[in-house]
């Protein structure tokens, strides 16, 4: 079990986690003739990235290591509530909102020196993840959480308004793998939160609802339509 989070730092990203740690974020011990010696051990160092959007309501959190401490990693995974921030940031007990990362994602730039511990790269490229359920309509804050015997910190919180339900124009479309839709009469497209769909014959169009149950396609070579 994680020790509770202590109090937040000035730069709103990192949390103090252990009282033997020092402000350098080294930990002390007592060598065998009473000296006190300092190893090179400190809080390991994550970022927070985009949320990703799979399918459904499913949704992938996604985070970078970029240092592990030099010691093995107790915690690396998120934190994620759909509680106010200022809740999250004051709990005394961060276990609720905590999601152990699923896997790594491969990054073909990560190179082969510099191996930290259990083999973790720690030249800032290993990306990880987590594949989370989030229901609609909601805000939620998520960011990277990572600890070893140092200390934890987090990377910077971000948020996520997730859409509601049936709150697109094409929600009620039938869903195909990979957040495909089939619509009987506008064919076999892609939707992106951005707006836009990727539509397997017209490629790149940018869709809105007319509000009458008409859309408004833009296409690069023809501008505006109306269906």
Same mark, same amino acid.
Do not use: C, R, V
């Given at each position: 079990? !994680?020790? #509770? /989070? #202590?109090?937040?730092?000035?730069d709103g990203n990192r949390f103090e986690q252990n009282s033997e740690a020092n402000s350098n974020g080294k930990t002390l011990s007592d060598a065998p003739n009473g000296n006190t010696t300092q190893p090179n051990l400190f809080r390991p160092l994550a970022q927070t990235l985009s949320i990703k959007h799979q399918e459904g309501r499913t949704y992938r959190l &996604?985070? &970078?290591?970029?240092d $592990?401490?030099? +010691?093995? /990693? *107790? %915690? /690396?995974? %998120? *934190? /994620? +509530? $759909? &509680?106010p921030l200022r809740e999250i940031l004051a709990t005394s007990d961060p276990s609720e909102f905590l999601v152990p990362m699923s896997s790594w994602e491969p990054d073909a730039s990560v190179p082969l020196g510099r191996i930290g511990q259990e083999g973790i790269p720690l030249d800032g490229f290993m990306r990880f993840y987590a594949d989370v359920q989030l229901e609609p309509g909601k805000l939620y804050y998520y960011w990277a959480f990572v600890a070893n015997v140092a200390g934890n910190t987090s990377g910077s919180p @971000? @948020? !996520? &308004?997730?859409? +509601?339900?049936?709150?697109? =124009? =094409? +929600? @009620? $479309?039938? !869903?195909?793998a990979g957040g495909w839709r089939n619509s009987v009469w506008l064919g076999t497209f892609r939707p992106h939160s951005s707006g836009w769909i990727y539509h397997? @014959?017209?490629? =790149?169009?940018?869709a809105h609802p007319d509000g009458n149950s008409g859309l408004w396609l833009w296409l690069k070579n023809e501008g505006w339509l109306w269906t």
């Open positions: 079990m !994680l020790p #509770a /989070l #202590a109090q937040q730092t000035q &996604k985070g &970078k290591l970029l $592990d401490g030099g +010691s093995k /990693l *107790i %915690f /690396l995974g %998120f *934190i /994620l +509530s $759909d &509680k @971000k @948020k !996520l &308004k997730t859409p +509601s339900e049936g709150g697109h =124009w =094409w +929600s @009620k $479309d039938n !869903l195909l397997t @014959k017209l490629g =790149w169009t940018y």
